[in-house]
């Protein structure tokens, strides 16, 4: 079942919850607080299986025609059952509705780790497209892939 979430506490609780599960991602403390901490502003969907959530995505605005796939998250053991692609339609169906054009997303650019490169692949499984790299963005080691897609 996929639900909006609203409370920022329960934003949180569930953003701590899927994340600090996910080391290969999210692994770097200082980043993962971030996420956390600023899930509890974002436009929030979760999947749930027996009152549990297995997995999140957040969107922030980044422009008043753009709004960010902010973070996202689903539990190892829920990969590769559709729980991503449901998140993302809910998501894509709320920024739709309030009346964005474009949704991005950035990630690690493809061919740096295995874990990420499944992730570029999943991106561009959804219809997102290839807008530019930064190679500096977050550091040396991790060049920036954005990813983009029109909602019109």
Same mark, same amino acid.
């Given at each position: 079942?996929?639900?909006?979430?609203?409370?920022?506490?329960?934003?949180?609780?569930?953003?701590?919850?899927?994340?600090?599960?996910?080391?290969?991602?999210?692994?770097?403390?200082?980043?993962?607080?971030?996420?956390?901490?600023?899930?509890?502003?974002?436009? !929030?969907? +979760?999947?749930? *299986?027996?009152? =549990?959530?297995?997995?999140?995505?957040? @969107?922030? /605005?980044?422009? $008043?025609?753009? &709004?960010?796939?902010?973070? !996202?998250? +689903?539990?190892? *053991?829920?990969? =590769?059952?559709?729980?991503?692609?449901? @998140?993302? /339609?809910?998501? $894509?169906?709320? &920024?739709?509705?309030?009346?964005?054009?474009?949704?991005?997303?950035?990630?690690?650019?493809?061919?740096?780790?295995?874990?990420?490169?499944?992730?570029?692949?999943?991106?561009?499984?959804?219809?997102?497209?290839?807008?530019?790299?930064?190679?500096?963005?977050?550091?040396?080691?991790?060049?920036?892939?954005?990813?983009?897609?029109?909602?019109?």
């Amino acid at each position: 079942m996929i639900r909006d979430v609203s409370d920022p506490d329960e934003k949180r609780r569930i953003a701590r919850l899927i994340l600090e599960a996910l080391p290969e991602w999210f692994g770097i403390p200082e980043a993962r607080e971030d996420y956390i901490r600023e899930a509890a502003d974002e436009i !929030m969907v +979760v999947s749930e *299986e027996g009152g =549990r959530p297995n997995g999140f995505l957040c @969107l922030k /605005e980044t422009g $008043k025609d753009t &709004a960010e796939l902010a973070v !996202m998250g +689903v539990l190892k *053991e829920h990969h =590769r059952k559709g729980i991503g692609t449901a @998140l993302f /339609e809910a998501a $894509k169906a709320i &920024a739709v509705e309030k009346g964005y054009s474009f949704l991005q997303v950035k990630t690690v650019q493809m061919g740096r780790y295995e874990e990420y490169d499944c992730t570029n692949l999943f991106y561009l499984s959804l219809g997102f497209k290839e807008f530019e790299v930064f190679p500096t963005l977050w550091d040396e080691w991790n060049p920036c892939q954005i990813y983009v897609m029109s909602l019109k």
